[in-house]
């Protein structure tokens, strides 16, 4: 911007005539191509933007918090959104068509208020037949504002080779 002489706004308008979407898009447009299929939930109700996923070790995704998000009053997001992303990104590591949070260790570690963004970030910290660990951090910028370790009930077994699942059925 400074480089050209231009305002941002400028820049905006010139890349939506050529047809470059912004930095946001291009960053999903590439995930959506190279990260593994959410199996366990369709990819539109994990609460936020899923970035990154490489099933049954990690995650990642993003939450805006918007007006919708938070208490008028105070402009303090409510935690049930937190909690969410957080959980739905627990629920989607995993690779399995039937995965279910039954229990959930959290913390909220400090409010999250209008206009900021979450940066949820899951990872499997074990699987064992039927049942999975997985550990989520939420930050805004570099704090940690939620933690959570989510036990996730699963259908199937892992297998003994490359980490994946094969059916219960079939040991």
């Given at each position: 911007?400074?480089?050209?002489?231009?305002?941002?706004?400028?820049?905006?308008?010139?890349?939506?005539e050529?047809?470059i979407?912004?930095l946001?898009?291009?960053?999903?447009?590439?995930?959506?191509?190279?990260?593994?299929q959410?199996?366990?939930?369709p990819?539109?109700?994990?609460?936020?933007?899923?970035?990154?996923?490489?099933?049954?070790?990690?995650?990642?995704?993003?939450?805006?918090?918007?007006?919708?998000?938070?208490?008028?009053?105070?402009?303090?997001?409510?935690?049930?959104?937190?909690?969410?992303?957080a959980?739905?990104?627990?629920?989607?590591?995993?690779?399995?068509?039937?995965?279910?949070?039954?229990?959930?260790?959290?913390?909220?570690?400090?409010?999250?208020?209008?206009?900021?963004?979450?940066?949820?970030?899951?990872?499997?910290?074990?699987?064992?037949r039927?049942?999975a660990?997985?550990?989520?951090?939420?930050?805004?910028?570099?704090?940690?504002?939620?933690?959570?370790?989510?036990?996730?009930?699963?259908s199937?077994?892992?297998?003994?080779?490359?980490?994946?699942?094969?059916n219960?059925d079939?040991?």
């Amino acid at each position: 911007m400074k480089k050209f002489h231009v305002s941002i706004q400028t820049i905006r308008l010139d890349r939506l005539e050529l047809g470059i979407p912004e930095l946001r898009e291009r960053i999903k447009h590439m995930a959506e191509k190279s990260f593994d299929q959410v199996r366990s939930l369709p990819l539109h109700e994990v609460i936020g933007e899923v970035i990154d996923l490489q099933l049954n070790k990690s995650g990642i995704s993003i939450f805006d918090i918007r007006e919708e998000h938070v208490f008028s009053r105070n402009q303090i997001a409510r935690g049930h959104h937190v909690f969410s992303q957080a959980n739905s990104l627990a629920v989607a590591v995993i690779n399995d068509e039937i995965a279910l949070t039954a229990a959930a260790e959290i913390r909220f570690l400090r409010s999250v208020k209008l206009g900021e963004k979450c940066v949820a970030k899951a990872y499997v910290r074990s699987i064992s037949r039927g049942k999975a660990k997985v550990e989520v951090f939420t930050y805004v910028g570099d704090e940690v504002v939620f933690q959570g370790v989510f036990t996730i009930y699963h259908s199937k077994t892992k297998a003994r080779s490359e980490g994946g699942y094969l059916n219960a059925d079939s040991d």
